[in-house]
């Protein structure tokens, strides 16, 4: 999913750093927003693509995401099962990337599980300065 970006930004006074520390904010953004709207949303085996795909459109709509991609473990999940038929949607389940274009600067901030940690960690690439 991508999005063309020939956007000039408004905010871009209330900022006093680089394209790429830019992108490293609005990623952890995006990140952040992601964990803390989606967790704890019930899920099951009907929901879980289309839920990756909302969650997907949702991010793709805020400034400078060029890509996002929304993965949730299916083993996880599980199936469903009478009377109560869903989980509810939780930090290890998710693995989200999401590309961030600022200026010359593009970014992909990542979430994923790290079972060392037993947490699900948000961290960025620098794909170009």
């Not at 999005?3 to 394209?19: E, H």
């Not at 929901?47 to 060029?66: C, G, H, M, W, Y």
């Amino acid at each position: 999913m991508g999005l063309s970006l020939n956007v000039v930004d408004p905010a871009s006074s209330y900022f006093s750093c680089s394209d790429k520390e830019r992108a490293i904010f609005e990623a952890g953004v995006k990140l952040g927003s992601i964990y803390h709207q989606y967790t704890g949303i019930p899920i099951n085996d009907s929901n879980v693509d289309s839920l990756e795909r909302a969650i997907e459109k949702a991010v793709a709509a805020q400034p400078f995401v060029t890509k996002v991609k929304i993965g949730i473990d299916r083993r996880k999940v599980g199936r469903a099962k009478p009377a109560y038929k869903y989980k509810t949607l939780l930090g290890d389940m998710m693995d989200v990337k999401v590309q961030i274009k600022y200026g010359k600067a593009t970014v992909q901030g990542e979430m994923a599980w790290v079972s060392a940690m037993r947490y699900p960690l948000m961290r960025f690439k620098v794909l170009k300065e």
